[in-house]
């Protein structure tokens, strides 16, 4: 459903499909009422012969096509402008975005439309009786005019879009739905240590090379059920998973009875089919992936072609603001239990510690020489700090404190903004949580 999604096809087929078989069926009832319009009615209709109505039709279905082409050329250009002035992991974000959709759709299936009821006008050279559809003339023309409204509506939609200020609060948005579809406010806390450090067990090897891009939770304790077994999958989602490389171990619930040589191999098979891959990462499980995409923006700005510091401390504004969510989630791996409530399945998922270095780590490296970025840096860790109410990160921050610290000696500063961003760096440490 998520690849659907993505895709700008399906909509406008789909559209372009309804229109074909409405160019059928209304010229049809056209013929049927056409002595049984009202004159009321008939004001507000095509007045025309076949040949005025030919002319309307031809026009509208050129003037369509060229439009169509026209937005989608638009559409090219934004996607390789996203793709090379932010990160090509946006191309998601615009491809996905359900007013380009709509606006293909209208152009497409006008254009089909007019086309279809073109076939049906007849002059009375053509053999019978002369035949305008009136009221599917009347229908083509209204969408022609939706149509150049659309394209206004379009230019304007796409000229908001490109903004880079909206694109991280769409990515922010996305992001915030997947953190609460797998890390809801009711989430247990993190699974023992005891379920992550066993070693001894049977590795599960996978069968496709790609992206994981989702669980089925319920296939996996179903078969660890059905098998008597404990599954652990060791690659979280948004992890690069290679045919051939174990991805998985399985152990038996009753450590006296060992795994059957068929119990095994079913759960090879059920492991697999229960993990989803994909050529790119998606947004369904993954919640690193809008933190990726995130980042991505930020380094794209600090690298010396761009030199955007202004974005990339708005990115870092948005990354905080994400981190700060997750404080009361208990990210994490997650275990799923069976009817009895016994662990069955422990899921990898991200921690905490995890996201914060995949936000710290580059803008870090790519823009500690600049104080705002570096300031802004040792805000978020503030933030974070202050809601984290429990304490429960405080060593993770206290970690990115000290290796700040250690980039900023690295860096070369006028005195008075060295002096300011140490004494951010002291106040973030002794800091008591919010």
């Excluded at 390789?80 to 293909?104: M, N």
Aim: glycine content about 6%.
């Amino acid at each position: 459903m998520d690849t659907l999604r993505t895709q700008l096809w399906p909509v406008p087929a789909l559209a372009v499909i309804l229109a074909v078989a409405l160019g059928f069926v209304l010229p049809a009832l056209d013929a049927a009422v056409d002595d049984g319009i009202p004159d009321g009615a008939a004001v507000f209709l095509f007045s025309g012969g076949p040949e005025a109505a030919r002319s309307v039709l031809q026009a509208i279905s050129g003037s369509l096509i060229t439009v169509t082409s026209l937005t989608f050329s638009l559409t090219v250009v934004t996607l390789q402008l996203a793709s090379s002035q932010f990160s090509p992991r946006l191309l998601r974000t615009f491809t996905a975005d359900q007013f380009v959709h709509a606006t293909l759709a209208l152009f497409l299936s006008a254009f089909a439309f007019a086309l279809t009821v073109l076939r049906s006008v007849r002059t009375e050279s053509s053999g019978g009786t002369s035949f305008v559809p009136e009221i599917s003339v009347t229908v083509a023309f209204v969408l022609a005019i939706a149509s150049v409204m659309g394209l206004v509506l379009f230019l304007a939609h796409l000229t908001r879009e490109i903004r880079v200020e909206t694109m991280m609060r769409r990515v922010s948005a996305e992001t915030r739905e997947t953190i609460d579809r797998v890390f809801p406010k009711d989430r247990s806390e993190a699974v023992p240590e005891d379920l992550l450090s066993q070693d001894k067990g049977t590795r599960i090897v996978c069968s496709k090379s790609g992206f994981l891009t989702s669980y089925d939770a319920g296939a996996l304790v179903q078969a660890a059920v059905d098998n008597g077994a404990l599954i652990r999958v060791d690659r979280e989602p948004g992890s690069s998973l290679v045919d051939g490389v174990p991805f998985a171990t399985v152990w038996p619930v009753s450590p006296g009875s060992p795994l059957t040589v068929e119990a095994s191999s079913k759960l090879q098979a059920a492991a697999n089919a229960a993990v989803t891959t994909g050529f790119e990462r998606t947004n369904v499980q993954d919640v690193g992936f809008g933190f990726r995409q995130l980042v991505d923006v930020a380094a794209r700005a600090l690298s010396p072609g761009i030199n955007d510091p202004t974005t990339a401390v708005h990115v870092l504004g948005h990354l905080s603001a994400l981190l700060c969510r997750l404080t009361n989630r208990h990210p994490g791996p997650l275990q799923l239990t069976d009817d009895e409530g016994r662990v069955r399945v422990v899921l990898a998922m991200p921690a905490l510690g995890d996201l914060l270095e995949l936000v710290m780590a580059q803008p870090r490296l790519y823009g500690i020489a600049d104080p705002a970025v570096a300031e802004r840096l040792l805000e978020l860790l503030q933030e974070l700090s202050w809601c984290d109410s429990e304490g429960r990160y405080r060593a993770e921050i206290l970690e990115q404190v000290a290796r700040m610290r250690e980039a900023l000696n690295t860096g070369t500063y006028a005195p008075a903004d060295r002096q300011r961003l140490l004494a951010l760096a002291q106040r973030t440490e002794t800091m008591h949580p919010g």
